[in-house]
Structure formats: C-alpha cells, structure tokens
C-alpha cells in the first residue's frame, strides 16, 4: 500500500551506500528525498518539516556504528520516527464492563463510514465473539439506509433504523435501548457523512455523544485525503472526543500520508484500514509494520498472522519438508495452491513481503493463472501426478486436451515445476535457490535461469512470449 | 451569479490560501528567504504538489534574477503563472450529432459520482434537455435505491436493474430507451472503482464497450468525478481511468467549505484534462462550470476588474 514512497525511498538510501559516516553533507540528498517522498505522499507539509528535522537531528548526533552501512543506520532512524510518529503499539477498541460496547463512526462524505460499519461488525462477530448491532443514523444521504439494511442481510448482522424521518441522536439512543433488550454486546452508529464545517451536523453529532455516551468514536478517514486532512481530522477532533480512526481506500496506490498527518493533529491512534471491497478487509492497524512497510521491509508479520488463520499448519509443514527434499510432486504442489489462494488475491499477498512491494510495483498479476494450473494439474492421473517425470509426449497431449489448454502450457509447467523442485531441493542441502520472481508469477517470461527452450515462455503460459491483455497471466 | 457562488464556494480556499497570501503579500514588503518559505508552505497545503515545488522554485529564480523583488510584484507574478496553468482548463460539454448523447460517469469509491450526476441532470433538465439516468452502479449496496430517489425528485427518467446485475446490460439497456424515448441527454452511472483493480476497470471498459455498439460514438463525453479534497493521487487516478477510457473531462466534486482544489493545477499541467465542472456545495444547483480566471482569483482571494467575462454558461 506504501510501495510508492518505499520506493522513493529506496533511491534516496541508494546514494548513501557506501559512505562511512553519516555527515551534514551525504545525508542532504537522504534527506531531500525523504522530504518529496512524504510531501509526494500527502502528508502535512507541517508534520514533514518537523519529521526531517528529527531525522537529521538523530542521523547527525549518532555515532556511526560500525557493523551496519550508513545508509541502514539512515532507515532505522526513519523507521523509529515513523513508529513514533504513527504511534509505537497496536491500539485497540475499549470494550463496556457492563452492557453492549458502543462505537460511533464519524467522518467526512464519501470515506466509506457505512461500508466500515458493515466491516467493523463483521470482525467484532468473527473475531472477537461479539454480537453487534447496527444502526442506521445516516438520515441525510438518499438510500444510506436502504445501504445499511442491504449490507446487514448480506451478513446476517442486525440493522435498527427507523427509516429516513427522524432525529438522529434519537435514533441511535433507542438503538442502543434495542441492544440492551435484545442481547447485543456491540453497537455501532453510522452517522452521515458531514463537512467539518457544516457547523448544524456537528452539533448533531455532538448531540449523539453527549446521549450515547459511546465508548469509543472513530473518525473514518480517506487515506488518499490530501493537505486538508489535517484540518477535517482536526475539527472532528475539537469537536468530538476521538478516540481512535479508521483508514480506508488503503488498497489502492495512494502513498496514504494523510494516515501520518491525522494521527498527528488528533494524536488518536489508528485502529484499523480498510484495504478491500470484502467485508472481511479490515485489517487491525499495526504501526510498527506499517513502518517497516514504508521502509520496504515487507509485513511478514501480518503475513504469517493471516496464514495462521487460513491455512493448516501440519499441512504447510508437511509440503515444505517435502519440497526442501526434493520429494515433491503435483499433489503438493496443488496443495500449496490452493492453500495460497485462501490467503486472498496473489498480490496481497506477495506485497506482503520483504522486498517484494517495489519489485511488484506495475506488475499485474491475476490470480486466473492459478486456475489454469490447477486445470492442468486436475488433468492428470493420480499416477502422474505424484510422478511427473512419467508424463511422456501422449500423456502431456491428453492433458492438454484435456484441462483445455495447449500443448505448449503443459510442457512449460512441467517443465518449471521441474526447476523449482530441483532449486528447492538444493536449499534444502544448504544451497541458496533463486525463488520465484515476479516476472515469473506475473507471467512475463522468465529472468535469467528461468529460461525455457522456446524464448521465455511464462509459467504455465501457453502462449510463449508472455501474456496478452484479458487472459489470465 | 456564477463568479459569486465561485467565490463562495472557495471561502475556506481563500482563507487558507488567499488571506494567507494576502497577509503575506499585502503591502509592499521586500521578499526574504523567510517570506518564500512561508509562500511554499501556502502552496503546499493547498495541494499544489509538484505545482507548488514548481512554483517556489520559479519564485526563487525570479527573485534571484531580481525580476521580483517585493510582496506586490510576487503577487502579480503568482496570478500569471497559476494562470497559466489552468487557462485552458475549462470545455464544453459534447453534444450528439443526432439521437441521444450519452455522458458516463467515472470515479472511485465515494468521490462524489452519484450526488455529481443529480446535479448535472438538473443542470442539464433546466437548460431543456429531456434527460434520462442509468443505474449501472449494480454493485454497492442501495446505490440503485440512492439513484432512483434522485430521478424522483428531479422528475427524470431512470433505467435500472436489481443490485447485482451486469452494469454493462443496464447500460445497453438504458442506450436502447433512450433511442426509443428520443432522450436528449442520457448520464450512466458507475460504480465506485479503485483505478488499481483490474476486474472492475475492464468491468468499466465492457460497459463503455457495449454502449458502443448501439451508438457508434458514445459514450460522446466520459466525465471522471474526482473528490477535491484528494491529494496527490487524484493525479493517479486520471491516469489509470485514462487508459481504460479517454477522459474528455473533470468533476471537481466537494470543492465547497473546506476543500482546496490545489491539484485542479497538477491534473491539469500533467495530463491536459479540462476541467468541465465543479461541486460546489450540497443543493442541486451547486454545480458550475468551470471558469479558470474566477478560479484562480477565488484561490487567490482578489476580485476581478471591470470587464470580466462572464463564464459561458451554456457549456
């Protein structure tokens, strides 16, 4: 989601390898670099003055160590006043002692609060245990209920509206009322969407806190806002008793500063970002990932957590020691698909891994090749499959027949997997594989080692030369 | 009148950036190192972006060169090079050699696209055209409900489906009764997209597709709706929207209150795209064409002379 400004980055430390000493003068270009990166990222031409400042303090008062590069020391600086500027631990929504818990969203038109509200309930129920309620307090834009409503049924989450007359704060006190009667442990308000300086909406929704006492008010934030988040972020924070902000729109390539520029004028921490359409992409917000993501250091951590919740860890287990002996055939190598797949698209995925967000940047990747592979692999007889080395001329022409696809495509993935088995199987003794590039995965053709007889046919393509637009990869 | 309202619209501009450069540039104060950091932070703030870094550096050339050497002159010199910058942002709209002309409209996730199109069929219904709207946002939840409401209270007409159906037979549909209807002006509606997903932008590409095959040349103008208070993405956004379809103009949505429209000028200066109209508060009428002279003088918080022209208001 940041791999813009990692990049940014990665070309201003570039100039920094190999210097000795961090000086006034080598960490001028650093330092400019980090300055248009962040300026380029939307974050608050103030927060950035001040953020470089301390870079250049704490980069020019260290001792330069001598077991890391300079430029290494520079990052790490970046990174601990990145995490310091976003809030140094996971911050989480406060839970009632007694009754249902209830959260207000407020925020600006149009920056996904009643799509959050359907998110927010459906992680408190999945992950938490809680049983929520909606409320549809969103009286102002045409069919924000009928929204509310649908998105609830989709869930199978309880919505309490009361149409589209009324008052809102009324609405919401009986809301909670329902909640109380009804068994509800979580209460979630949509309010509408409102211009911070459309002073009778605000005073509306002070009114709302000043009925509900909610525990917890969260401003729903774009993260592609500009220069003004700072002063929308401010005003709801004047006026409301923020306690925490939820990003949204984070999957798409906004660099995402205002995320830095809220947090800093309503030093509210942020709880969670929206980063999908699905209702299940809201992600608890981790400020130190999120740094060493900027920094081009990959969220493995968030990697493994969303593996751990999908996949089943004797299996991967399993696959790994097979595939580092050598020993694996197509059976696992399906396996280990599908169990990929369940971790949401390829992309996601690979992005969130070290490295791995620069080097996808404009590489599309499109999770319709999986299914031809897995077609192909489908294709094959259990023999075959735990054999491939027994896949001759006929076998490989019924298989392509057979899953739909050419000749050429199954010599490819054979072929590769072949490769990959071998490369694995010398990790395994010790050696060091290539792994798979994203030109690979992205069907691009091939890099250097990964060449197959007919010019660089991508993997599993059956068209060698790489990929035409519309078509898988 | 439309320099009024403009004017109105862009207070909180004016006050950010305007009052703030009119504080900095009233008078005739001699320019120092201190007084340009200040402007570049004005310019910054208002979204300016790559503009802006522009600018302080063409302000610092200026000044070096002695071409500026005080607060009046910067003033003078700051009008120009916003102006020429955006002077020829603004367009008509296309019209229909005959039959229908069909306009779609583009946008991700909340920049305003569904509130825009209610405002140009009243725009659009007031100048006489009989206009007809099309519910091709299948996809979030209500938003055929929030449509349908708008053609309510407008008295248009509207084509839809149920959520879930194929925006692009919605569409072919909505072209089909407009024909039949003798329309003058259809709008469709998209869903919200993120430039950055694939699936839904070829989705955009099969709807403008098949509008294509029942009208030759429609869609006959493709408006994105960008949310003013974006930052430096909305520059992502044209582009990626771009390559799937030509844009032939910008909405400038929600550039009431408090946003700054500052990245109007880096649209513009990086891709060329007019800007057609601009959202300038929340009643149906608050929408306007887009004037570049009223604009930047709103930005900069100056009233125009005598002898000012009048925006032209048939588009």
């Not at chain 2, 439309?2 to 008078?27: A, I, W």
Request: glycine share 12%.
């Amino acid at each position: 989601m940041f791999e813009s400004l990692t990049s940014a980055l990665g070309k201003a430390f570039q100039s920094l390898r190999g210097q000795r000493n961090l000086t006034e003068e080598n960490i001028q270009e650093g330092l400019k670099a980090v300055r248009r990166a962040l300026l380029e990222a939307d974050v608050h031409f103030k927060v950035v003055k001040s953020f470089v400042n301390r870079v250049k303090e704490s980069a020019l008062g260290r001792e330069v160590l001598q077991s890391v590069s300079p430029a290494d020391q520079f990052v790490k600086i970046c990174h601990d006043e990145l995490v310091r500027l976003m809030g140094s631990e996971t911050a989480r929504i406060p839970v009632a002692d007694q009754g249902p818990t209830v959260v207000m969203l407020a925020g600006l038109q149009g920056s996904g609060k009643t799509t959050t509200c359907a998110k927010l309930a459906h992680y408190v129920r999945k992950r938490k245990k809680k049983r929520p309620l909606l409320v549809a307090a969103d009286l102002q834009r045409p069919a924000a209920v009928e929204q509310l409503r649908t998105l609830g049924r989709q869930l199978g989450i309880e919505v309490y509206e009361e149409g589209v007359d009324g008052n809102p704060p009324a609405v919401c006190e009986r809301g909670i009322r329902h909640a109380f009667r009804n068994g509800h442990d979580f209460v979630i308000l949509d309010t509408a969407g409102r211009l911070h300086v459309d002073d009778r909406l605000m005073k509306e929704l002070e009114e709302v806190v000043k009925r509900c006492k909610p525990h917890a008010v969260v401003l729903v934030c774009d993260a592609m806002l500009g220069q003004d988040a700072v002063n929308s972020a401010g005003e709801f924070h004047r006026r409301l008793p923020l306690t925490g902000i939820v990003l949204t729109k984070l999957d798409g390539d906004t660099r995402g500063g205002a995320a830095l520029s809220v947090r800093e004028v309503t030093g509210c921490p942020v709880l969670f970002a929206g980063v999908g359409e699905k209702t299940e992409d809201l992600e608890e917000f981790h400020p130190d990932r999120m740094a060493g993501r900027i920094l081009g250091m990959g969220d493995v951590v968030g990697l493994v957590e969303r593996a751990q919740e999908v996949l089943d860890e004797k299996d991967a287990e399993k696959a790994a020691k097979k595939l580092l002996k050598g020993r694996f055939t197509f059976e696992d190598f399906l396996k280990q698909m599908q169990m990929v797949r369940k971790l949401g698209p390829l992309k996601k995925v690979l992005g969130m891994l070290p490295g791995m967000g620069q080097a996808l940047e404009g590489v599309e990747i499109e999770d319709g090749h999986f299914a031809r592979l897995e077609a192909m692999i489908l294709s094959m007889t259990p023999l075959e499959r735990r054999d491939p080395d027994r896949i001759d001329l006929s076998r490989r022409r019924r298989i392509a027949a057979g899953s739909g696809n050419e000749l050429q495509a199954v010599h490819n993935l054979i072929k590769q997997f072949k490769q990959m088995r071998k490369m694995f199987g010398k990790m395994g003794k010790g050696g060091i594989g290539g792994g798979l590039s994203p030109e690979m995965l992205a069907g691009k053709g091939p890099r250097k080692g990964f060449r197959t007889p007919k010019g660089g046919a991508p993997f599993g393509s059956g068209r060698p030369g790489g990929r035409k637009r519309g078509r898988g990869f | 009148m439309v320099l009024r309202r403009l004017l109105q619209g862009l207070r909180k501009t004016r006050e950010k950036l305007g009052d703030g450069l009119s504080r900095l540039l009233g008078g005739r104060r001699p320019l120092d190192e201190d007084l340009i950091e200040e402007i570049e932070e004005l310019l910054y703030t208002a979204d300016l972006g790559p503009t802006g870094e522009e600018l302080v550096a063409g302000i610092q050339d200026a000044w070096k060169k002695k071409e500026i050497t005080e607060t009046g002159e910067l003033r003078r010199w700051l009008r120009n090079a916003l102006l020429a910058r955006v002077r020829g942002a603004s367009g008509r709209l296309a019209q229909a050699a005959e039959g229908p002309t069909v306009i779609l409209v583009a946008g991700v996730n909340g920049s305003g696209k569904t509130t825009s199109i209610a405002k140009l069929a009243k725009f659009l219904k007031d100048r006489g055209d009989k206009v007809c709207l099309c519910a091709a946002d299948t996809f979030r939840a209500a938003a055929v409900e929030q449509l349908t409401l708008w053609a309510e209270r407008l008295g248009v007409d509207i084509v839809k489906q149920d959520t879930g159906a194929d925006p692009a037979a919605v569409a072919f549909d909505a072209v089909e009764a407009s024909i039949a209807r003798k329309v003058d002006t259809l709008i469709v509606d998209t869903a919200g997209r993120l430039h950055t997903q694939k699936n839904l932008m070829r989705e955009l590409e099969k709807i403008i597709r098949v509008i294509g095959k029942r009208i030759p040349e429609a869609p006959h103008e493709t408006l994105l709706v960008l949310d003013a208070t974006t930052g430096q993405n909305a520059i992502r956004q044209a582009e990626e929207f771009g390559k799937i379809v030509p844009i032939d103009g910008l909405i400038l949505a929600k550039l009431d209150g408090t946003a700054k429209g500052g990245a109007a000028f880096s649209i513009h200066d990086a891709l060329g795209i007019p800007i057609k109209f601009v959202g300038l508060g929340e009643r149906l009428e608050d929408l306007e064409a887009f004037d570049p002279e009223s604009f930047v003088d709103g930005i900069l918080g100056e009233e125009r002379g005598e002898g000012a022209r009048e925006p032209d208001g048939s588009l």
